[in-house]
């Protein structure tokens, strides 16, 4: 189950020569489950540090996307395990020495204490648990915390109009929600300033704010920003909001909104929004930080890369920058620039605690690298590099650090292994492990396979990085003497995404299984600049998208690591309609082929998308192609209208609450592979959407994957 829950494992990834010692429990003993809720997509902690936030399906369809943000106080749950637990262990005392047992009873005890995670039925986790977005058909996302009012948070629904996000701000503690900022119909998505101490104020000024009890050290909590989507040319717009307004602008929203919720375009945000700055279609980036006058930004505009700039709020442009920083030699037209790679997108970026300074700047291309511009910190990147359980494989992220920069949450990152935790005071220089976020996998750590970055030449000449994944079964598995293993060529979802280093369980379940696995980052990936994505426009199916999964391909059978008749495509989302469209297009390189709720026809998947998703809608047609209006196009790159090409055994999965691809579609092409006598496994779970979440599905799903593949491959199967 998905249960949001704090972790302690006394397992600790023991790697290197056992060269850290396990963590000692927390005062709460361990692994606790304080969310019962199987729902859960992703969670955060609130700023009281006794409160998680998690979005969750809400009361409707399992699986339909409609997400809401639920609090849970953790800390009144763990405290009422706690209780329990001590009752628990004094009545087994009791009941031991009542029965005169000469055991070792500390010994029972401990075992007691180090029960695996379960859900208690004596805990009434209703009463600390909140739907803060209630209400059929409504969708929330973009919450965003106050430092400085941890009870306060901004959090966007489509409660008004299913198409588009609102803010409100809501109460954690109360679930009280009041509309703070209303979406003029392009928003997709909202921010606010950072909340930064202001300097000193004279002595003179301080008296007067003290008389008026005004608290201006504190930047106001209010919504500040939006990125909005022109859906006339794709162009992506950062807006700024007037600081000295923002009241005024909600006035004038809620009086412009009549009685149906609609908004009279006339009053709406009048002078108290400006267009900051402008991506035209083709360019990348996002708002990183705002702040006082400027605002920190990632740009691909003036170059092939995101780069990370500063932006004056005044004029919109780039200010210039007396250390500028980059991986050549700056010119005259990149002076603003504080840092960029010339063959990746910018990634992690830390300031210090005022975001006055950057401390350093990550960008991964193959491999995540971090450029330091300070040297202090460069040097506890060092320490905690040499107290951590690491090898030169593994990669090491900050995942979180408090207000003062003193304690960082740090995460250790191997492909073969999964990832560990441990806490770093920086002023003492100690690391802390915690917990190992799988300890349970621990005892399998021998047969986990270490990823290889690989280099692959596309038929154009463009370069593809990829991730090969060997198995270590090959002696335990009899493939008819044959020198070479399967292989899974596994596409990753999007498309616009891409693969990284890192441990991947799927990809480890599979190896386990006997297959290496391939993951290749074709053109459209995102994370290599501007170019390389774009030149996945109007690539889909037939096009060189496909392409570069086909040479991927060809290069694994030069290179001898598998052999043809012994290849499966599989993939999920947009890896599925890649699946999907090899065994249409290219179907002498298939042995079979696996479609996790993958479309087949896309003019219907774009007909079907959810509300909510119109903003992106101009967006997703320069980048498909226009299959609403060219239905040669469409059926061209289409596998619904080539299914007589499929040669090899297909296994389709289905969730009925798809909000993406709908049950209809899936059916349609289902229907036609079994009237043509195709061999076709269909998969269909009516309690899921778009992903295969519920924990016994997930076995039942991968049961019947591993079969299918063991089948037509030659892998293990349990």
């Not at 750590?445 to 198995?471: C, N, P, W």
């Not at 040669?647 to 009925?656: F, K, M, T």
Request: proline share 4%; glycine share 6%; net charge negative.
């Amino acid at each position: 189950m998905a249960h949001a829950a704090i972790s302690t494992s006394a397992d600790y990834a023991k790697r290197n020569g056992d060269k850290r010692k396990s963590p000692s429990s927390s005062s709460f003993g361990g692994d606790k489950i304080i969310c019962p809720d199987n729902r859960i997509h992703h969670f955060f902690w609130a700023q009281d540090s006794k409160t998680i936030l998690y979005f969750a399906n809400g009361t409707s369809q399992p699986g339909n996307e409609m997400f809401h943000l639920w609090s849970v106080n953790a800390i009144a749950i763990l405290e009422q395990i706690e209780k329990l637990e001590q009752m628990e262990k004094m009545q087994q005392i009791q009941r031991d020495e009542d029965d005169n047992d000469e055991g070792d009873d500390s010994k029972r005890i401990d075992s007691l204490s180090s029960f695996s995670p379960s859900v208690r039925r004596d805990i009434d986790y209703e009463k600390h648990i909140r739907d803060l977005t209630p209400g059929i058909d409504v969708k929330a996302q973009n919450a965003i915390v106050n430092p400085n009012k941890p009870e306060e948070i901004f959090v966007g629904t489509n409660k008004r109009n299913q198409a588009l996000f609102d803010m409100y701000r809501c109460n954690i503690y109360t679930g009280e929600l009041t509309l703070d900022t209303v979406n003029p119909g392009d928003v997709i998505s909202w921010g606010v300033q950072i909340q930064e101490q202001e300097k000193e104020p004279k002595q003179e000024d301080a008296v007067k704010r003290a008389k008026l009890n005004v608290n201006t050290n504190v930047s106001p909590f209010e919504i500040r920003w939006a990125v909005a989507k022109n859906q006339t040319d794709g162009s992506t717009v950062i807006r700024l909001r007037n600081s000295s307004s923002g009241q005024s602008c909600r006035s004038s929203m809620k009086s412009a909104t009549s009685a149906s919720g609609v908004i009279n375009d006339d009053e709406r945000l009048s002078g108290c929004w400006k267009d900051l700055y402008s991506y035209p279609y083709g360019e990348i980036g996002k708002v990183v930080a705002l702040l006082g006058e400027t605002c920190w930004i990632t740009s691909s505009c003036g170059r092939d890369t995101t780069a990370l700039v500063k932006i004056d709020l005044q004029t919109g442009e780039e200010v210039e920058q007396t250390t500028s920083k980059s991986t050549s030699t700056a010119t005259d037209t990149m002076r603003s620039t504080v840092f960029f790679s010339e063959q990746s997108d910018i990634g992690d970026i830390l300031f210090d605690e005022n975001y006055c300074r950057v401390l350093m700047v990550s960008y991964n291309y193959a491999r995540k690298e971090i450029h330091f511009f300070d040297k202090e910190l460069e040097g506890h990147f060092k320490e905690i590099v040499r107290q951590g359980p690491v090898t030169v494989c593994d990669e090491v992220r900050i995942v979180s650090y408090s207000r003062d920069r003193k304690v960082w949450l740090i995460s250790y990152e191997p492909s073969d292994a999964p990832n560990s935790y441990g806490l770093y005071r920086t002023e003492e220089g100690i690391m802390e492990p915690l917990f190992c976020s799988q300890s349970r996998l621990l005892q399998y750590l021998k047969s986990f396979s270490q990823m290889e970055v690989v280099s692959i030449i596309a038929r154009d000449g463009l370069k593809l990085i990829g991730y090969l994944t060997r198995s270590k079964m090959k002696e335990k598995l009899d493939y008819d003497n044959q020198p070479k293993m399967p292989l899974i060529l596994l596409v990753h979802g999007g498309p616009w995404e891409r693969d990284s280093y890192g441990f991947v369980p799927i990809v480890q379940w599979l190896a386990n299984r006997g297959y290496n696995v391939l993951q290749v980052n074709f053109r459209g990936s995102t994370g290599f600049g501007k170019t390389f994505l774009h030149r996945g426009d109007r690539e889909w199916g037939v096009g060189k998208m496909q392409h570069d999964l086909t040479d991927a391909v060809m290069w694994c059978l030069n290179e001898k690591i598998s052999e043809k008749d012994k290849i499966c495509i599989f993939g999920a989302s947009y890896g599925g309609y890649a699946a999907l469209s090899g065994l249409c297009f290219t179907p002498e390189l298939y042995k079979c082929g696996v479609n996790i709720a993958g479309p087949n026809n896309i003019k219907t998947l774009l007909s079907s998308i959810p509300e909510y998703w119109k903003p992106l809608r101009k967006t997703m047609l320069l980048r498909i192609g226009d299959v609403n209006t060219d239905s040669g196009f469409n059926e061209k790159i289409s596998p619904f209208f080539h299914t007589e090409n499929i040669v090899a055994p297909v296994l389709i999965v289905q969730g009925a609450n798809d909000p993406r691809v709908s049950q209809v579609e899936t059916e349609k092409i289902v229907s036609r592979l079994k009237d043509e006598g195709k061999e076709v496994d269909y998969i269909f779970y009516e309690d899921e959407g778009h992903n295969i979440l519920k924990p016994l599905n997930r076995m039942d799903l991968f049961d019947r994957i591993e079969k299918f593949l063991a089948q037509h491959l030659g892998g293990r199967y349990e």
